[in-house]
Nanobody, 129 residues
Framework: QVQLDESGGELVQAGDSLRLSCAASGRSGSPYAFGWFRRAPGKGRDFVAGISSDGGNTDYAGYVKDRFTVSRDNAKNTVYLQMNNLKPEDTALYYC??????????????????????WGQGTQVTVSS
C-alpha cells in the first residue's frame, strides 16, 4: 500500500510563491508517474500538472502553465510543485497522485483522475488578494 504525504500548503498573498511536496512511501522497485490535482471550493478535482515516471516529460493545465513547475527527486521518492505568481483563483486543496507504470508507459504523463490509483489527503493552499 502506497502512502502519499503532501505538505507545503499555506495562506499566502497574491503574487507569492509556494512549493508543495509529496513524499511516497510503502512501495519500492516500481516506476511510477505523479500527478498534481486540485479541488477548489464547490468544484471538482482538476488536473494541475504531471510528470512521467522517467522524469522526461511534464504536462500542465493551461491555467498554470508558465507559473507552476513540477519536478521529482527519485532518490527521495518525492514530487514537487513549485507555484509562482499565485492568484486568488489558485485557492484549492491540492492533491498528489501516483500511478505505477510499465516499461511502455514510462514516458507518459497522465491527466485523468481515473488514471491514478493512489492519492494523498491533500494540502490546502489559500491565496488572498
Amino acid at each position: 500500500q502506497v502512502q502519499l504525504d503532501e505538505s507545503g500548503g499555506e495562506l499566502v498573498q497574491a503574487g507569492d510563491s509556494l512549493r508543495l511536496s509529496c513524499a511516497a512511501s510503502g512501495r519500492s522497485g516500481s516506476p511510477y508517474a505523479f500527478g498534481w490535482f486540485r479541488r477548489a471550493p464547490g468544484k471538482g478535482r482538476d488536473f494541475v500538472a504531471g510528470i512521467s515516471s522517467d522524469g522526461g516529460n511534464t504536462d500542465y493545465a493551461g491555467y498554470v502553465k508558465d507559473r507552476f513547475t513540477v519536478s521529482r527527486d527519485n532518490a527521495k521518492n518525492t514530487v514537487y510543485l513549485q507555484m509562482n505568481n499565485l492568484k486568488p483563483e489558485d485557492t484549492a486543496l491540492y492533491y498528489c497522485a501516483l500511478r505505477v507504470t510499465t516499461l511502455w508507459s514510462r514516458s507518459r504523463v497522465f491527466r485523468g483522475t481515473m488514471e491514478y490509483r493512489d492519492w494523498g489527503q491533500g494540502t490546502q493552499v489559500t491565496v488572498s488578494s
